[in-house]
């Protein structure tokens, strides 16, 4: 029997939820739109059709997700009934134990964040200098913006972060500030799975590894912790340990053959 994901209730309530009340609050900010485009500031339009633009694909994206964390757990508790995945790792390797393999943002990605965070600053005393200089709040206004700006890129750069440790009796995962390890001989789970792409619940057969062309997310569960990161290809916006692209996807590789040969698990497909 592997841990329950606890977590996964709050986090399914609360996306439902977020994802109707910020569906059924769209019609309101286009009536409002509508209502002050005669006296409305140009900011202020297009912070409004901003909204109005965004609100709409990331209602359905909350809406969506928390149905497939729900087959997720579901799939979870009935792993016995679960489908094997198309590719498992290899039964041998000869990983080099200990090995760490980390994800972060890259210097470039906190460089283009800061140019368009300054950009949108920009933009706002473009149309409101005048307004923020009368009510004497020009400076503060400025700070906090620069100070909400450096909050954002510290939880994104925390939230991307992502660390590996393979050692000889135990498996370590890091992302953002929550850590974990597995020692070898507890591990009752080993599968892929996605939050991403809805599963085919009408079929029980292996899924096909051309469904997803994006990171796939890994498991190894225990009865008392669960532990996740993302295995595969990841853009420019990150930088890797090791550096090199196609070793670092090599030893991703070794890691699930050595998670394999140490637990004897096979890869479910909770997908």
């Known amino acids: 029997m592997v841990k329950r994901n606890i977590s996964f209730l709050f986090w399914y309530w609360l996306g439902r939820s977020a994802g109707i009340v910020l569906f059924c609050g769209e019609p309101l900010l286009i009536a409002l739109l509508l209502w002050s485009w005669t006296f409305s500031t140009p900011l202020e339009k297009i912070t409004l059709l901003f909204f109005i633009v965004w609100g709409f694909p990331l209602a359905f994206s909350m809406l969506r997700v928390p149905r497939q964390r729900l087959r997720v757990e579901s799939l979870r508790m009935r792993m ?23 994800i972060k943002l890259s210097r470039g990605t906190y460089l283009v964040f800061s140019l368009f965070w300054l950009l949108m600053l920009g933009v706002v005393l473009i149309f409101q200098t005048p307004y923020f200089l009368a009510a004497q709040i020009l400076w503060w206004v400025i700070g906090a ?15 991307f972060y992502q660390r590996i440790e393979v050692g000889e009796d135990s498996l370590m995962v890091q992302r953002g500030w929550l850590r974990g390890r597995i020692p070898w001989n507890e591990a009752r789970l080993f599968a892929v799975l996605t939050f991403d792409l809805p599963g085919d619940a009408s079929s ?11 990171p796939r997310i890994y498991e190894l569960s225990s009865a008392r912790t669960i532990l996740r990161w993302v295995h595969g290809a990841v853009g420019p916006a990150f930088t890797l340990h ?19 040969m140490k637990t004897g698990l096979m890869v479910l497909d909770l997908r």
């Open 80 to 102: 016995n009934e679960a489908p094997l995945f198309e590719k498992q790792p290899y039964e041998r390797t000869d990983l080099p134990v200990p090995v760490r393999l980390t």
């Open 145 to 159: 913006w620069v100070v909400l700006g450096a909050l954002v890129l510290g939880a994104f750069s925390l939230g």
């Open 204 to 214: 029980r057969t292996i899924v096909s590894e051309r469904a997803s062309s994006g």
């Open 242 to 260: 090791p550096r090199d692209r196609q070793e670092y996807q090599r030893l991703m590789e070794e890691v699930r053959a050595y998670i394999r």
